[in-house]
């Protein structure tokens, strides 16, 4: 089976609501492990879900795509989460992880204010959602990347 078919794979089975989906799923992940690329995050990224039976194993999908890194990992992500719509919350957890980075976060911003402006206004507003969520943890750092990317 292709890569294309175990992406497809993920997202056919991201509920996780029965064991065939568990192992469908499982299998997709592993067969992909170390075979992606950074394009295809944006369809990799289609296999969240907020309705899913099973966020334990949906983790699997964020080390699988963490794996990658980079400069272009973060400005994917930036430009993708937004539009994670049957995955809101997955994309802020991708967001949250990058904003708690040390490696990253000040890479992110740069990233942030070089984005098209239609795209900067999608993440900022994910971001902003992400800082409502946690206003202790992630509302200084939202803040400041906001106003260095305006």
Not at 18 to 43: K, R, V, W
Request: glycine residues 4%; hydrophobic residues 35%; aromatic residues 8%.
């Amino acid at each position: 089976m292709d890569k294309n078919n175990h992406i497809q794979q993920l997202i056919n089975s991201r509920k996780l609501s029965t064991n065939e989906e568990y192992e469908l799923f499982e299998g997709a992940l592993q067969a992909l492990h170390m075979s992606i690329s950074i394009d295809d995050i944006a369809d990799i990224c289609k296999a969240f879900c907020d309705d899913t039976k099973d966020d334990e194993v949906m983790f699997g999908i964020i080390h699988l795509i963490e794996q990658l890194q980079g400069e272009e990992y973060l400005k994917t992500i930036a430009i993708c989460t937004p539009d994670m719509k049957d995955a809101h919350d997955w994309a802020m957890t991708l967001n949250k992880r990058i904003i708690n980075s040390q490696k990253y976060f000040e890479k992110y911003i740069e990233i942030i204010g070089e984005l098209e402006k239609d795209y900067k206004e999608k993440i900022l507003k994910l971001l902003v959602d992400v800082k409502n969520d946690n206003p202790k943890r992630f509302g200084n750092k939202i803040d400041m990347l906001i106003e260095r990317t305006e």
